[in-house]
């Protein structure tokens, strides 16, 4: 499909996200005029995604991993396989979304167009219900942020919330749903796959912007995000991932100062959550498998020690973890 002689193709992906897929689906086929470019790759679910999407929906580009690859890696693939087929534009976007504008990847192109060093751009996207905007628009993570963040969020939290209804470059968009240009991706390339998720977008969009690409946030509707409540828990391999992640983020992109002195602050955090565990009636167990896990990561880190499975997912299994 083309928007002002601009090609485009929409790309989600997702795993065990059956229960979503119509609702989804539905809305995102409206948003392209060939059903070939809503190109779905399901992530090596166990929940039968692929054989529904192939029944309900024959004339989308289906495909099915073979193993799961997280995040990063599985929308990487789906993004080669839109740039394969000489797309100007790629959205990408969660498999957990209900569209509800079906102009809006027009929109986003339309925007793109009239900002010629724009490498990302993110359109206002609500959270679990019409009405109550997702941030999207975020900052990057440094430090400061996050030892001060939280206090002033406890002050002032609208000012955190950057998704306005101004047009505004940001510092990096949420991924959950981003119009990205080509000329981008292949200036920059993919995601970094090691990551798996949190903070990859972050990473991307910060070495986008040392070519001088930026991203930018675009206030027109798009899509609900029916993102799941649970899985954030203190001790849960999200909030690993997030901490992890944080740090190997500040060792690229921060220095190796940064890095250390929030790993430290990090632990201090976990040691005492663990701690009060049991006053909380919440599983020492895990807490005490997280807090290993993230001793030995940022210790290997920090002594930058090639990745390997000791650096958890998606180099390894997610075993032991509350997921």
Known sequence: MSINGKAYAVVIC?????????????????????????????????????????????????????????????????????????????????????????NFVKQLIEAAEKLPNSGFLGPKVYYRQKGIIQNTSLLKPTLSRHLFGWIWWRIRPSSFNLSDGKEHRAEFINTVCCLIRNQTIQDVGLMDESMGIYFDDAEWMTRAEEKGWYSYYVPVESIIHHEKPSGYEHFSLKTFMLKRNAVYYMLLRRGWAEAAIYAW???????????????????????????????????????????????GPPLTSCDGFKC
């Open 14 to 102: 997702g795993y065990n996200e059956k229960p979503n897929l119509e609702r989804c689906l539905h809305g995102l086929s409206q948003t392209v005029e060939e059903p070939e470019d809503l190109i779905f790759i399901d992530d090596a679910s166990k929940d039968d995604s692929f054989e529904w999407v192939k029944e309900h929906y024959p004339e989308i580009t289906a495909i099915k991993n073979p193993r799961n690859q997280h995040y990063t890696g599985v929308y990487n693939k789906a993004i080669r396989v839109a740039m394969e087929r000489g797309k100007d534009y790629v959205l990408m976007v969660n498999a957990d979304t209900e569209v509800v504008n079906k």
């Open 265 to 311: 602050f990090a632990l201090i955090l976990a040691v005492i959550r663990c701690s009060f565990a049991p006053l909380k009636h919440e599983p020492i167990g895990h807490h005490l498998f997280f807090l290993n896990r993230l001793v030995n990561v940022y210790w290997n880190l920090l002594r930058r020690k090639p990745l390997g499975p000791w650096f």
